[in-house]
């Protein structure tokens, strides 16, 4: 059975809705596992690059983020639009890149804030994460799974439709 027969999206179809999920969510959350075992999340700056299995960040290389992901490299990176809906989980391996090019693409001057002395700054990294498997939710709209979460609560049935849930392998 082909992944038409299923209605299921195909991986480029899975690819473009979480690019187009991505794209509109200025910030997310990059989890990563400290020398403890522990997991902790930080605030990173979505890059205005189009989601393609890879997601990069600027950070600070003196920071207890980037220590870990050199250490530990699987992370987890979460997208959210809750006034659309819309929620992004994307594993994968983080890794510090030294590429003037690419830092040069993704830098603005917003930056400067973190780092003093601009893209030229020796604390800034350039951060790569490539994805080995994301999962994204996507409803139709707040009111319609409102809606079906009141039914299903009235009912006892479970709602019948809360919009996607996809997860795709990189």
Known sequence: MSDQDTNHPTREENIRAIASIVKDVKFAMLTVQTAQGHLKAHPMTTQQTEFDGDVWFIGGKDTEQVQCMAERPQVNVSYSDPGKGNYV???????????????????????????????????????????????????????????????????????????????VKF
Do not use: C, H, M
Request: glycine fraction near 12%; aromatic fraction near 8%; charge should be negative.
């Open 89 to 167: 989980s994307i594993g994968g391996a983080a890794q510090l890149v030294e590429n003037r090019a690419k830092l040069e693409e993704l830098w603005n001057d917003g930056y400067k804030a973190y780092f003093p002395g601009g893209i030229d700054d020796p604390d800034v990294q350039l951060i790569k994460i490539e994805a080995y498997g994301a999962e994204y939710w996507g409803s139709d709209g707040k009111i319609k799974n409102i809606l079906q979460q009141a039914r299903a609560a009235v009912t006892g049935q479970p709602a019948s439709d809360t919009g996607t849930n996809e997860t």
